[in-house]
């Protein structure tokens, strides 16, 4: 199948910093990737749409000015959580799926990145 | 999108056959029924979609009936290596849709 692969895999940061997570389809482009979060024991919750070369479109309840996605080529989407607190400590996963390849509700993800928040 | 509802958690012993069924009495014509696994701390999979009857890969079977208002996923001869949590999607699939995961079923397989 379509490979997703996601930058950094982990990443410890203090309160109040920025971090930026990449996701990359590495041999297929992708123009619409998609951004998932995951707390412990709990299942995948969809956090935005990321378009390439437009404005991403957020879930209700998920801050644009906090997340902030760009999706500046078909196969590099980026998403950097502002000031970031312990509550944002997650599993965030990102998807996007091939319009050549796999089966008709097919999405690949990424292996996902653990942002743990001190 | 036709919600979902999968048992919470089951339990298995290598070798034996598992079905998980994932009821979605709300399904439209359009509808596909896909199962992902995930690993802990990985992303999800995809294993099996289907749309009707039965289906069938080298990893599993999807069992549909003809009122589609339900789906069992059978794994044949589990593994410890099957240990996963199991999400039953329901959707059109559309380009650029994303997939909406409900609670999905922890799967635990023991010697």
């Known amino acids: 199948g379509a490979v997703v692969s996601q930058h950094p895999s982990r990443v410890i940061c203090k309160s109040g910093t920025s971090v930026k997570i990449e996701c990359r389809s590495l041999d297929f482009q992708a123009t619409t990737m998609f951004w998932y979060r995951q707390f412990p024991k709990q299942s995948l919750m969809l956090m935005a749409t990321?378009?390439?070369?437009?404005?991403?479109?957020?879930e209700q309840g998920v801050e644009k000015d906090k997340f902030l996605i760009n999706h500046a080529s078909l196969t590099l989407s980026t998403l950097t959580v502002t000031s970031a607190h312990p509550e944002d400590s997650s599993f965030y996963i990102c998807?996007?799926?091939?319009?050549?390849?796999?089966?008709?509700?097919?999405?690949?993800f990424g292996p996902g990145t653990r942002l743990t928040v001190l | 999108l036709a919600k979902t509802t999968q048992p919470i958690s089951m339990d298995s012993y290598e070798g034996q056959e598992v079905n998980i069924t994932c009821s979605h009495n709300?399904?439209?014509?359009?509808?596909?029924i896909t199962w992902y696994q995930q690993f802990p701390s990985q992303g999800p999979r995809f294993i099996i979609q289907?749309?009707?009857t039965k289906v069938t890969n080298e990893v599993a079977s999807l069992f549909i009936p003809a009122d589609r208002k339900s789906s069992t996923l059978s794994l044949p001869r589990v593994s410890l290596s099957d240990t996963a949590v199991y999400y039953c999607l329901v959707g059109e699939g559309q380009a650029g849709t994303a997939l909406i995961f409900g609670k999905g079923t922890t799967l635990s397989v023991s010697s």
């Open positions: 998807s996007a799926r091939d319009r050549f390849r796999g089966s008709y509700n097919e999405q690949f």
């Open positions: 709300n399904i439209a014509t359009n509808d596909y």
């Open positions: 289907g749309y009707k």
């Open positions: 990321s378009n390439e070369g437009s404005k991403a479109t957020y």
